[in-house]
């Protein structure tokens, strides 16, 4: 009989996580000008999940930017959903740092939407 792993797909899904994560920072770092997306205006979205929501510390918060800072890591904005201030004061936060790190086939998605539309355009 086959040996169960009861942390197969924990792996597999941590694993996938960290493949999106290492392909989005590829793609700020190779195809985008200033490596930041900012979406801060609805009309400027490119589908309708841009924004992503997500909470910390069981408040809801909004990502409307996707990038890398100086030291290459992968980074974003956000405001908090309900009263629509700014997290951290509007500041680049570090996905790790805040504790988000289930988010990068997401991150990753929007980054490569806005690389495909804008050689479109």
């Known amino acids: 009989m086959e040996r169960i792993n009861p942390q197969k797909y924990v792996e597999l899904q941590e694993k996938l996580q960290q493949e999106a994560k290492a392909d989005a ?5 190779n195809k985008v000008e200033n490596h930041a997306i900012v979406i801060d205006d609805i ?3 490119i589908s309708d999940h841009d924004w992503i929501v997500t909470e ?15 030291y290459g890591k992968l ?15 509007g500041e680049w936060c570090e996905f790790e740092e805040n504790g988000i790190n289930h988010l990068y ?11 495909i539309a804008n050689q479109d355009t």
């Open 56 to 70: 910390i510390s069981n408040i809801p918060i909004v990502l409307y930017a996707y990038g890398l800072n100086k």
């Open 105 to 115: 086939c997401e991150v990753y998605e929007i980054i490569a939407e806005h690389i």
């Open 43 to 45: 009309y400027k979205q």
């Open 25 to 29: 920072i590829a793609l700020l770092r």
């Open 75 to 89: 980074c974003f904005k956000a405001f908090y959903q309900v009263s629509r201030n700014d997290y951290k004061e």
